[in-house]
């Protein structure tokens, strides 16, 4: 079993930045790929950026690629997203999400813990 924390979402404006933390507790960490993925209001949930177990690889949604950064810290048990240039129409929940295997992957089903969100607001 995996338990997963964000914190960092609030009300930023149009252009500004966020940093998102997922604080991760139970079984090695490392062995899982973690992924964050956002959901607004009345739409499904929509893949963000992925991270390998190892920290090696990533991959990003590409309307987010060049502006948001996904890094992990194995020691700590952490997931970090940073969230620059940010946009109104990102105004959601965030989740972070494990995935019981190393390998990354963009497909929410393919992920086993969910964390409870984080709102973030564009303002424009």
């Known amino acids: 079993q995996v338990q997963l924390v964000e914190s960092g979402g609030g009300l930023v404006q149009a252009g500004g930045s966020l940093r998102l933390s997922c604080a991760a507790s139970?079984?090695?960490?490392?062995?899982?790929?973690m992924g964050w993925f956002l959901q607004a209001p009345g739409k499904q949930r929509e893949f963000v950026a992925t991270i390998h177990g190892s920290g090696a690889y990533t991959a990003y949604a590409g309307s987010v690629k060049g502006r948001f950064t996904i890094s992990r810290d194995n020691a700590k048990y952490t997931v970090d997203l940073q969230m620059n240039s940010l946009r109104p129409e990102e105004t959601a929940v965030y989740y972070c999400a494990a995935r019981a295997s190393p390998s990354h992957n963009s497909n929410p089903k393919e992920y086993d813990y969910w964390g409870q969100g984080t709102q973030v607001t564009v303002s424009s």
């Open positions: 139970g079984r090695t960490f490392s062995g899982y790929a």
